[in-house]
Each structure stands twice: as structure tokens, then as C-alpha cells.
Antibody, heavy 119, light 113 residues
Framework: EVQLVESGGGLVQPGGSLRLSCAAS????????INWVRQAPGKGLEWVSG????????FYADSVKGRFTISRDNPKNTVLLQMNSLRGEDTAVYYC????????????WGQGTLVTVSS | DIVMTQSPDSLAVSLGERATINCKSS????????????LAWYQQKPGQPPKLLIY???TRESGVPDRFSGSGSETDFTLTISSLQAEDVAVYYC?????????FGQGTKLEIK
């Protein structure tokens, strides 16, 4: 069974940093792109970042480019999202999600981790 | 960026009746080489992550009840629930995966009338 478990969320001051982790199991981890999608309180879904299975290719939304860095450790079946220069508008539940077998739609999601940026 | 616009924002339907949610993309998400529409639908219940329902605009994910169906092409898409059940109360999102940044519709909240 595919499982994705996020961790690392919490309360951070504006301008601060936080590192999120996504631990995966139940599939051949290095074969799949992993994405981060966030959801501000009471709002819709926003794609944030993605990384290829090899880790060579990364993608970012304009809203986080230059502030967030995605990476992966394939031997540890983990994807990381380093978030720097955090702003109030980054407050959200952050989900990691697995690319499907034959397309870039998101076939499995974690339960999410809440990031709150506030003084 | 491709803008995805759903309508309506909210919808109340009686149990057993049909529910229809529309999604419009600001540009075509039909890839000419394989004739596939890069459009997915997700269901999100309160306190839960999104769940994949439909991909390639009309292919139902394994385990999804057959009362859920997707249709449409290029820029106009529809999610239909043929006979609404109580467990279908949720927010529904369309998403294009034709190009990065992947973008979602604003969501449609479905309730029981």
C-alpha cells in the first residue's frame, strides 16, 4: 500500500525557515516524481514544487521560487522541502503527493502538515 | 499559467439526483500527439487530503464508484455524479497537468439539499 507521511510543520516567525519531510513507502520510490501541494486555511489547492524520481529535475511555483528548495534522498525514501524567508501567505497545510504511473496527475497524497507563519 | 475556473462555486443536490460540476481551462489541455486531455478531478472531504477520482478527463481511478464520470475536451470539462449519495458531500477540484505550473480550479462545494 502506498503511504506518504509528512512531518516538520509548525509555527515560525515571518522571515524564518522550516524544513518539511515526506516519508514514502509501498512503491519503488526512485521511479516516481513527488510534488508538494499546499492549502491555505479555508482555501483551495496550490501546487508548490515537484522533483523527478532521480532528483535531477526540480520545478517551482513562481510564488516560492528562490525561497523554497526541494530535494530527495532515494536510499531513505524521503523528499524534503526547505522553506526559507517565510511569509504569512505561506501559512497552509502542505501535502506531498505521488505522480501516477502514466501521467502527471497525483494518485496518492499524504495527510499533510500544517505550517503557520506568524509573529 | 493555465487558469482553471470551476462553476458553480457551490451546489446543493437532493439525494439520488444528478450533480454536475463544470471546469474551464484558459487554454486547451488536449495534447495533439496522443489525443489525451491532461485533466484530473479530485474529491476532498473535510479534514482529509484530496483523493483522485478521474484522470485523462474521463478515466475513473480504480475503486471509484461508477456514479462518478468525467467528460469534455480541450477547454471545457464536466464531472457528473449520476445519483448523489450522502458520502459524496465534499469539495471537488479539477486540475490540469498539461504544463507546469500545475493548476487547480478554485473548488466546488457539494452539499445535500
Amino acid at each position: 500500500e502506498v503511504q506518504l507521511v509528512e512531518s516538520g510543520g509548525g509555527l515560525v516567525q515571518p522571515g524564518g525557515s522550516l524544513r518539511l519531510s515526506c516519508a514514502a513507502s509501498g512503491f519503488t520510490f526512485s521511479s516516481y516524481d513527488i510534488n508538494w501541494v499546499r492549502q491555505a486555511p479555508g482555501k483551495g489547492l496550490e501546487w508548490v514544487s515537484g522533483i523527478s524520481g532521480s532528483g535531477v529535475t526540480t520545478f517551482y511555483a513562481d510564488s516560492v521560487k528562490g525561497r523554497f528548495t526541494i530535494s530527495r534522498d532515494n536510499p531513505k525514501n524521503t523528499v524534503l522541502l526547505q522553506m526559507n524567508s517565510l511569509r504569512g501567505e505561506d501559512t497552509a497545510v502542505y501535502y506531498c503527493a505521488k505522480r501516477a504511473d502514466y501521467g502527471d496527475y497525483l494518485s496518492a497524497w499524504g495527510q499533510g502538515t500544517l505550517v503557520t507563519v506568524s509573529s | 499559467d493555465i487558469v482553471m475556473t470551476q462553476s458553480p462555486d457551490s451546489l446543493a443536490v437532493s439525494l439520488g439526483e444528478r450533480a454536475t460540476i463544470n471546469c474551464k481551462s484558459s487554454q486547451s489541455v488536449l495534447y495533439s500527439s496522443n489525443k489525451k486531455n491532461y485533466l484530473a478531478w479530485y474529491q476532498q472531504k473535510p479534514g482529509q487530503p484530496p483523493k483522485l477520482l478521474i484522470y485523462w478527463a474521463s478515466t475513473r481511478e480504480s475503486g471509484v464508484p461508477d456514479r462518478f464520470s468525467g467528460s469534455g475536451s480541450e477547454t471545457d470539462f464536466t464531472l457528473t455524479i449520476s445519483s448523489l449519495q450522502a458520502e459524496d458531500v465534499a469539495v471537488y477540484y479539477c486540475q490540469q497537468y498539461y504544463t507546469i505550473p500545475y493548476t487547480f480550479g478554485q473548488g466546488t462545494k457539494l452539499e445535500i439539499k
